[in-house]
C-alpha cells in the first residue's frame, strides 16, 4: 500500500510523515489520527527526507493483514471462548460473562504486546521509498 504525505520532522532515520485518510485507511489503525481527516505515521527514511518535503511512502499488507486480524478477530475469539469455557464449567450465565469479559481484556493486552513486538520488525514498518516533491 503506497501512501503520499508532507513530512513534519526528522529524527535520525525516522521521519514523521502527515497525509490524508484515503478509504484504503478506513478499517487500519496502525497511523495516529488527526482532526480533520488528517493522520500521522513514523516511517523509516531511507531517503533522506527532511521537514517540509512531499514523499510516498510504502506500507507492506500481508503484515498489515496478520495485524487487523490479530487487533479485530483475536479478541472476539477470547471473548465467546471465555464465556464457553467458564459457563461450561460453573454452569451459571454470569460466570460466563465474567470469563468471557475477563478472557477479552486479557486478549487485548497481549495484542497490544504483540503490536510493540511487531512494530519493531522492518517489515512491519512504514517506509519512505521517494521523495515526490522537494521543499517549498
Known amino acids: 500500500m503506497k501512501e503520499t504525505g508532507l513530512v513534519v520532522e526528522t529524527e535520525g532515520n525516522t521521519a514523521k510523515v502527515l497525509f490524508e485518510k484515503t478509504d484504503a485507511c478506513k478499517s487500519c489503525d496502525i497511523c495516529s489520527a488527526l482532526d480533520g481527516g488528517s493522520m500521522y505515521m513514523e516511517a523509516e527514511n531511507t531517503v ?9 511512502m510504502e506500507v507492506n499488507a500481508p503484515p498489515l493483514i496478520v495485524s487487523a ?13 471465555g464465556y464457553a469455557v ?3 464449567i460453573s454452569h451459571i450465565e454470569i460466570a460466563g460473562i465474567i470469563g ?3 478472557l477479552f ?13 511487531m512494530a519493531k520488525k522492518e517489515k512491519f514498518r512504514a517506509r519512505i521509498v ?3 516533491s522537494e521543499k517549498t
Open 69 to 81: 486480524f490479530a487487533l479485530y478477530i483475536v479478541p472476539v475469539i477470547a471473548l465467546i471462548s
Open 105 to 117: 481484556f486479557v486478549s487485548l493486552f497481549m495484542v497490544k504486546l504483540y503490536g510493540r513486538k
Open 48 to 56: 533522506g527526507a527532511k521537514a517540509g518535503e512531499r514523499v510516498e
Open 130 to 132: 521517494k521523495i515526490v
Open 86 to 88: 467458564a459457563e461450561r
Open 100 to 102: 468471557g469479559a475477563l
